[in-house]
T-cell receptor, first 115, second 112 residues
Framework: SAVISQKPSRDICQRGTSLTIQCQVD?????MFWYRQQPGQSLTLIAT?????????ESGFVIDKFPISRPNLTFSTLTVSNMSPEDSSIYLC????????????FGEGSWLTVV | KQEVTQIPAALSVPEGENLVLNCSFT??????LQWFRQDPGKGLTSLLL?????REQTSGRLNASLDKSSGRSTLYIAASQPGDSATYLC???????????FGAGTQVVVTP
């Protein structure tokens, strides 16, 4: 398995501010993914982060709103910019260890409430 | 566009009964299918991964089947326990890079 640490685990944010979520993995991984889970909903992929290149965003998500960094093979950040109450969600980082079976592992998530 | 559907959306059973959770997907060209468990306010725990070439996977009381041609997977949980209460999500990948397409989940309550 993979150990994935996310910070913060929970936060209450003021409307209009930005927050950066960190994701640390216990081993090197090629691909890291960021998902959003809005209240009562399933997970939606925001973007894929590959080390050394710009993140690839899914339809409906843009870099200005969700800038992502991937400075090395064990770390990534997701920033939620200019937050509104609609951004209140759990944000989850996941990785593919690239091992046989391609099991995907998730962090515990960062639960953001925008007030 | 791939769509993943889970039925039922919610399920309540008495302790000891077997659980049957269904997942269907519209595009059979999947790379693999994975079942996850999510406890309230928590991240996801991987339960079982089925490669597209496999028919089933088993782990303890859990068994997952895959019928790729019909676009279906079923998760069986034998002899349910209150600790099995959670939301169960299925997700498919269409390539080897781990990008997941999720169903909406089945919320399970096992009553003592």
């Amino acid at each position: 398995s993979a150990v994935i640490s996310q910070k913060p685990s929970r936060d209450i944010c003021q409307r209009g501010t930005s927050l950066t979520i960190q994701c640390q993995v216990d081993s090197q991984v090629t691909m890291m993914f960021w998902y959003r889970q809005q209240p009562g909903q399933s997970l939606t992929l925001i973007a894929t982060a590959n080390q050394g290149s710009e993140a690839t965003y899914e339809s409906g998500f843009v870099i200005d709103k969700f800038p992502i960094s991937r400075p090395n093979l064990t770390f990534s950040t997701l920033t939620v910019s200019n937050m509104s109450p609609e951004d209140s969600s759990i944000y989850l980082c996941s990785v593919d260890r690239g091992l046989s079976g391609n099991t995907i592992y998730f962090g515990e998530g960062s639960w953001l409430t925008v007030v | 566009k791939q769509e993943v559907t889970q039925i039922p959306a919610a399920l309540s059973v008495p302790e000891g009964e077997n659980l049957v959770l269904n997942c269907s997907f519209t595009d059979s060209a999947i790379y693999n299918l994975q079942w996850f468990r999510q406890d309230p306010g928590k991240g996801l725990t991987s339960l079982l991964l089925i490669q597209s070439s496999q028919r089933e996977q088993t782990s303890g009381r859990l068994n997952a089947s895959l019928d790729k041609s019909s676009g279906r997977s079923t998760l069986y949980i034998a002899a349910s326990q209150p600790g099995d209460s959670a939301t169960y999500l299925c997700a498919v990948t269409t390539d080897s890079w781990g990008k997941l397409q999720f169903g909406a989940g089945t919320q399970v309550v096992v009553t003592p």
